[in-house]
């Protein structure tokens, strides 16, 4: 925060009161003081101005403060905030779950509202167990996850996140074993998860897989095929299939969500990060009309036994809503095809820098791997000396950017990418 002066605003102070996320607090640097943001750019308290090559964690699909989100925010910030969901609702949120309904493929048509992505992955876990359980197939209790895959990071999803992704640090020994397998997408892992199937699928409830594209466990792409093997499987074994698109929904792909370039839908999908456009946190757990159906009953032990208490706030649902309106009305999806493009060709130089090991794109989605782990922090603060706020984690350095963006400010990370890896 040098370059603040005597101006220095007096929150800052409070900087030191923060507790960081993934964050050694010994050795991390100060976060950097943010005053606002405006389209693809993050202003910093001391005047600097950072280009967002990753879109705040890939939620601000539009850009930051879009005038329509703030505005439909502001308009139900007047008439009413938030209230409880149980035994009541509103318009903003029946809106959003009709059109979500619609907008989805397949029968994913009953939507169950929470407030993180992690939460909604806990939510399609319980509602997978206790859809066998209200079947009377209560041994149906375990998931099939995938290596490289990443849920969220509480305990549930935990659990079928692959732990060589870093995130559970100590916890192994809290976290309830699931069973851990290479997504088949050839044919010894093919084999591998049809023999344990043949074994033990009375024990397994579903499986959970990012469609596509396997983000904070690597930026890992995936073809088609393996989500439509999965289907054939989990509906041969009269499991679950479980799509989190919590970070490939709404376009990061390259079509509205990933699964429709699959062809197939899931029996359960969640969504969460770029569902409000980034303003508000808001996630949700869209099930197929056969499970909502698994849980009518003329008994009230049978009924889906989770209630978040901000469940289906009215402003996030609103500002939802809103970032509906924006695909629906700008050109979005050739957006991301345009900016597919120009990462390709401007990140295509890296494969010849030494220690890099891959360059691959896909949608909006651009990542150089390394060949081995680097020092981050040193790498980050290069990045921000070049004017460009990109995270790199493990051995990956990778854009994701809003929808929205400049073709000179793109150039100006592929750029940063290039220049700092060098
Ligand atoms: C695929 C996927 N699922 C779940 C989550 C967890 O979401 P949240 O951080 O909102 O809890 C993430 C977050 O990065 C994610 O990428």
Redesign the pocket.
Known sequence: MEGLGRDRPSWLEGLAHLWLPYAQMKTAPHPLAVSRTEGCRIHLADGRVLIDGIAS?WTACHGYNHPHIREAVRRQLETMPHVMMAGLAHEPAATLARRLAVLLPGELDHVFFSD???VA?EIALKMAVQFFSNRGQGRRTKFAYFKGG????TLG?MAVSDKGTGFQGSFAGLLPSQFLFDLPRDENSDAVLEQFLDRHANEIAGFIV?PLVQ??GGMVFHPPAVLKRLRDLASRHDLLLIF?E??TGFGRTGSMFAMEEAGVSPDIATL?KALTGGVLPL?ATIASRRVYEGFLSDDPQAALMHGPTFMGNALACAAANASLDLFEREPRLKQVAAIEQRLAQELAPCRGLPGVKDVRVKGAIGVVELEKSFDLEALRQGFVDAGAWIRPFGRIVYLAPSFTIAEDELAALTGAVRRVLA
Not at 150 to 153: E, K, N, T, V
């Open positions: 964690w993180s992505g992690s992955v990443y849920h969220g990071d999803a990012e983000g904070a989190d919590i970070f969460s996630a």
